[in-house]
């Protein structure tokens, strides 16, 4: 560097470096005409919600409006936490990649990528601002997807993800239906595993990866070739493994389980969640009791998947695994529910079309819960199947600003819920009434 550059900067310096100084952030004042508060059961009215910093500071109805501070006129809507969808599937292309294993086969892993970005915005559009993402047939895509949300390069939900499916070989979370001389690329076999040990090892990968949570196949699938999902896959040894090297990294797991041997054998391995649970016994809804263990069963889907089956989408072997699923699915949601049992909101997003998820709600009512019920299964059940309840699933001084509003009251029609206007997401606006 020439000495007259040295100067330059030497005198140049201290300006640039005051400009830089992070300025306060302005408070953010929403005025609540009804508020679900979801920790204690009951609704408010004309409170005060005051944000900074994407955080909540203060809430109550006798609060002053900071001067300088953004006012948002909620007065005439139903105030409630930003809903969490536990169970979705936003990375793998478009909801067709859901539905057709071999669709991934057939685009480039930036194909997919960058189909996958509309799920995004249509997931924190219908009120969704965070998601527990359960898997990816293109491992490690999901973590992309997660990343680039935060850094905000694209617009979505708050992401935790799994990075792969951990499943047997052939398993219900494998790419099958091909001839035994087809080599997959990598990212299409990931976390296949078939020993305690293996099990371990793709778990280490995958926390070295940056996952946030496992996701294990327990039984069969009914959206996988040669797969049934009344089997039994994992062993209790492979479960136990599993549950105890994710532990090992701090985090939980999820198990994918129709079949009744398949759900008690996760329960009993402490997974955190079950995911379906769709043909759980009585002994497995006693044990979940036992355990507090989460059943995240997407009671809604089968709507999509008979849809899919009369316009001829779906193909005849997956239309064979599901018949009679959904209906005993939706039962055995009712058993669990007043058994006492912990039940968390997901909907299995990609099944359906990603804006469709906000319906399971009516369904969750349809079938034995309050809508208060429902709506804490998205928000404070959610927030501690995460074991984020520090910092979501409910509008508390120090809890993430994740706020959503609809015109009418969903505690009075839950179908209100259908009809989010406003999306706030860690204090920034995504959606807003017209
Ligand atoms: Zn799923």
Redesign the pocket.
């Given at each position: 560097m020439r000495p007259t550059l040295l100067l330059f900067a030497f005198f140049t310096l201290p300006l640039v470096v005051a400009a830089q100084q992070p300025q306060p952030s302005p408070t953010i004042a929403i005025r609540a005409g009804k508020l679900i508060d979801v920790d204690h059961s009951r609704i408010l009215t004309n409170q005060l919600i005051l944000i900074r910093d994407g955080k909540i500071t203060a809430i109550g109805p006798d609060l002053q409006i900071p001067t300088g501070a953004q006012t948002i006129d909620l007065s005439h809507a139903t105030v409630f936490p930003g809903l969490i969808d536990c169970?979705t599937?936003l990375a793998d292309g478009s909801q067709q990649g859901n539905i057709d294993p071999i669709y991934q086969l057939k685009h480039t892993a930036a194909e997919i990528a960058l189909e996958s970005v509309p799920n995004a915005r249509m997931t924190i559009d219908s009120g969704f601002t965070t998601v527990r993402d359960?898997?990816v047939y293109r491992a490690l895509s999901d973590i992309a997807m997660r990343d680039a949300i935060a850094k905000g390069y694209i617009v979505g939900p708050r992401m935790f993800v799994a990075g792969a499916y951990v499943t047997i070989s052939g398993g219900a979370g494998a790419m099958t239906g091909f001839a035994p001389d087809i080599t997959l690329p990598w990212d299409l076999r990931y976390g296949q595993a078939d020993s305690p040990w293996e099990v371990r090892q793709r778990i280490r990968q995958l926390a070295h990866d940056g996952v946030d949570h496992i996701k294990i196949l327990s039984s069969g699938a009914v959206l996988t070739h040669g797969s049934n999902p009344q089997s039994q896959e994992f062993t209790p040894e492979e479960l136990a493994a599993a549950v105890d090297e994710a532990h090992h990294f701090n985090m939980r797991v999820a198990a994918?389980a129709h079949s009744p041997d398949g759900i008690k054998n996760a329960i009993r391995a402490g997974v955190a969640s079950v995911?379906h649970a769709t043909l759980i016994d009585d002994e497995g809804i006693a044990l979940a009791k036992q355990h507090g263990t989460y059943l995240d069963m997407d009671i809604y889907d089968e709507e999509c998947i008979e849809e899919e089956g009369k316009n001829g989408s779906m193909t005849a072997d997956f239309l064979a695994h599901d018949r009679d699923l959904g209906e005993k699915q939706r039962q055995n949601f009712t058993k669990a529910l007043h058994a006492g049992v912990k039940l968390s909101f997901g909907t299995?997003a990609?099944v359906c079309e990603y804006d469709r998820s906000i319906r399971q709600f009516a369904f969750m009512v349809k079938y034995g819960m309050t809508p208060m019920q429902a709506i804490q299964s998205a928000t404070t059940s959610a927030a501690d199947l995460l074991g984020k309840s520090e910092i979501l699933g409910s509008i508390e001084p120090g809890k993430y600003a994740d706020i959503v509003a609809t015109p009418d009251n969903p505690l009075d029609d839950i179908r209100a819920i259908e009809h989010i206007t406003f999306v706030m997401k860690e204090g920034k606006i995504y959606k807003q009434p017209k």
């Open positions: 169970h599937h359960v898997g994918h995911e299995d990609g």
